[in-house]
């Protein structure tokens, strides 16, 4: 067998490495434990199939039939889909904060521009993307 053939086993179905989750302790340092220490977000990439379900939800066309594409809107639920901790979907944290939307209920907890930015930046990396950190800050703040 030559040693492409040997790569190419690598690629067969069963063979990659499962998808861990990670550790973020810089999103917030305003949410700590007992002992004063920030809370790490626990986040893991999501399915490729995901993401292009949420860009085309997030994809419209005008009446001139020009797409417009939201893409702050997508980026931030990505963010939701990938954050496992906190749960952004969980029923009593949203009535918590009086929300109904996962993303507004982020926006809700990581008020302040910066937090949000370091979030949606570590979604960007946990889903394998090589986005440069300023274009993430652009579309936090839109």
């Known amino acids: 067998m030559s040693d492409?053939?040997?790569?190419?086993?690598?690629f067969m179905k069963g063979n990659a490495k499962p998808v861990q989750e990670?550790?973020?302790?810089?999103?917030s340092d305003r949410y700590v434990d007992e002992k004063g220490n920030p809370i790490p977000f626990v986040m893991k990439a999501i399915p490729q199939s995901y993401v292009e379900e949420i860009r085309a939800k997030h994809t419209r066309t005008d009446r001139e039939g020009n797409e417009k594409y939201d893409a702050v809107r997508a980026n931030a639920e990505i963010a939701v889909k990938s954050?496992?901790?906190?749960?952004?979907?969980?029923?009593?944290?949203?009535?918590?904060?009086?929300?109904?939307?996962?993303?507004?209920?982020a926006k809700r907890i990581l008020s302040i521009p910066g937090e949000y930015a370091n979030w949606i930046s570590a979604a960007t990396e946990v889903n394998g993307y090589t986005k440069d950190f300023e274009e993430l800050v652009e579309d936090a703040k839109n």
């Open 83 to 105: 954050t496992k901790f906190p749960d952004f979907t969980n029923p009593e944290l949203l009535a918590s904060y009086g929300e109904q939307d996962p993303i507004d209920l």
């Open 4 to 10: 492409m053939n040997k790569l190419m086993q690598a």
């Open 22 to 27: 990670r550790k973020f302790q810089n999103i």
